[in-house]
């Protein structure tokens, strides 16, 4: 059997492990980035303005008074859902993106 135990080559599993802990250090890098970058998403028209950061936490919604009608609080509701929803959405396409980035476009399942 070749050196490394494995036929067919030299297989470095030392080697392997730095590169695998190496790859979770940048990992933490990007993660820890992400934090601190926001998306943002609207509905209506700009009515309801909210923002997300990577962790996929909301931290700001804007409510443009116009749109705040005691009669039709449904709308409202709706209108808050949506660009909460999309902010969310834009947060996890921006990980992915990041992540994808770092591991050279694997796809690794359970990573984020």
Known sequence: MPKGGFPGG?????????????MQQEMAKVQEELQNKTVE??????MVTVVAN???????IKIDPQVVDPDDVE???DLVLAACNEALHKAEDMMAEEMQKLTGGLNIPGLF
């Open 54 to 60: 990577g962790k996929k936490e909301l931290v700001d």
């Open 10 to 22: 030299n297989f470095n599993v030392n080697q392997m492990m730095k590169q695998a802990q190496k």
């Open 75 to 77: 709308m409202l509701q």
């Open 41 to 46: 998403a609207t509905a209506g028209g700009g």
